[in-house]
């Protein structure tokens, strides 16, 4: 009888178990398993936000480093652009090392990382640092704020909460998640943030919904966020102050109307890199109103681009979920995905001066070190749970398998 060699992968070793040959991985052959599984149109888009949030960081950053100088401290004016470099290499190494865990270990991973900063976020308002009046960080050698952090893993717990109802239809998911969701909007409140706060109860909102939630819940849900802003409104003042602002329509010196302004002096093809004038008097140019800069100087067509890649990533993910079977696996995706285009949206809509302000950077565009990190890692748990082995058949999707007929 013929005996053949073992069929070794190409660049992985062949090495003898128990008198069985099996193939030794080695690095080159993962990172080829890595490149076959991963979703590499995903990758292609925040790729390009994040280069996009490079050439637009390079625009804002002499107007946000001139208007923070003083007298004894003058920055540079590309200060913040070379800054953002940094962070954006510590950000693709740590989404490119998430994006290489298992499902499995990225669920842990996503955990783990979440009590963690549950347990630093009741740490802030005790031994917190303040900026601006808020106290948000902890100074551990550097800043470190616990709430980015929070976000891309609070996705990952809540699906995992709200998948234990698979093994046992009974057990109380919707009471537990919602005992987290109310404690973790407690504490952001105090510091305040109230922005995030929102954001927090808009992912839970929509992940308790995809996971089986009756339509009377649904509503009781509904009902009890609208009880949640008039509360906020009547009781807590950094709610109240920001709706207030936003009802009243606001004075040419209000932030959100400068930020409007400067959004549409560029025109559809915007003043030039660097030409921009009304950026001089924005604050927080470089973060919360970046998208105004870019709308000065490089056009409204340009943010009608970034409008629509934010639109693609979000739809990539939710057609890459239709066939999907794992109950987690489609809360995370869904849950991250909402964390990441709920924070684009919510900030464009501000700056459009449509929606009160918040103080929300835009994501993989706008200047940050904490927030910077933490959404490359939340790009990288969802390029992780979205993997799939490219050689398993799967139901190519049709508009007819959601209901639309042509």
């Not at 990758?43 to 480093?65: C, D, E, Q, R, Y």
């Not at 917190?128 to 952090?149: C, D, H, I, K, Y």
């Not at 109802?165 to 969701?181: C, E, F, I």
């Not at 909402?338 to 103080?359: D, E, R, T, Y």
């Amino acid at each position: 009888m013929a005996t053949y060699p073992p069929v070794v992968p190409r660049g992985g070793k062949v090495g003898v178990e128990g008198g069985i040959s099996r193939p030794v991985r080695n690095r080159r052959s993962e990172l080829a398993i890595w490149w076959r599984e991963i979703d590499r149109t995903l990758l292609f888009l925040i790729l390009t936000l994040m280069a996009i949030g490079t050439a637009a960081v390079a625009a804002s950053s002499p107007a946000s480093a001139r208007r923070l100088s003083t007298a004894a401290v003058r920055l540079d004016d590309l200060y913040f652009f070379t800054m953002h470099i940094r962070w954006q290499f510590v950000g693709l190494i740590a989404m490119i090392g998430a994006s290489m865990l298992p499902k499995e270990m990225a669920r842990r991973a996503g955990i783990v990382l979440g009590f963690a900063m549950l347990v630093a976020l009741m740490l802030v308002p005790v031994v917190g640092t303040s900026v601006n009046g808020a106290r948000r960080w902890l100074n551990l050698g550097m800043s470190l704020q616990p709430s980015e952090f929070l976000k891309p893993a609070f996705a990952i717990c809540m699906a995992w909460i709200l998948s234990w109802r698979v093994r046992d239809p009974n057990l109380p998911v919707v009471a537990v998640s919602t005992g987290l969701m109310g404690l973790i909007a407690l504490l952001l409140m105090a510091q305040p943030d109230f922005g995030s706060a929102v954001l927090f109860i808009g992912v839970w909102f929509v992940l308790v919904m995809m996971s089986g939630m009756s339509i009377k819940l649904i509503g009781l849900a509904g009902g009890g966020g609208m009880a949640f802003v008039a509360l906020a409104y009547m009781f807590y003042d950094n709610a109240r102050h920001r709706i207030d602002a936003f009802l009243g329509g606001g004075s040419a010196f209000d932030q959100v109307d400068l930020a409007q302004r400067t959004l549409l002096s560029g025109g559809w093809t915007g003043s030039g890199l660097w030409l921009g004038t009304r950026k001089l008097g924005l604050p927080e140019a470089h973060t919360d109103y970046i998208f105004s800069v870019i709308g000065e100087e490089f056009g409204l067509l340009a943010c009608l681009v970034i409008v629509i890649l934010y639109l693609a990533l979000v739809a990539r993910v939710l057609v890459r979920l239709l066939d999907e079977e794992d109950l987690f696996t489609t809360l995370a995706a869904a849950g991250l995905i909402a964390q990441i285009g709920g924070q684009a949206f919510i900030n464009i809509l501000v700056n459009l001066q449509l929606f009160p302000s918040k103080g929300m950077t835009l994501p993989l565009i706008s200047y940050g070190g904490s927030s910077t990190v933490a959404l490359c890692l939340g790009a990288g748990f969802l390029l992780a749970i979205t993997r799939r082995n490219p050689f398993i058949r799967r139901e190519r999707f049709s508009l007819a398998s959601v209901g639309i007929k042509l």
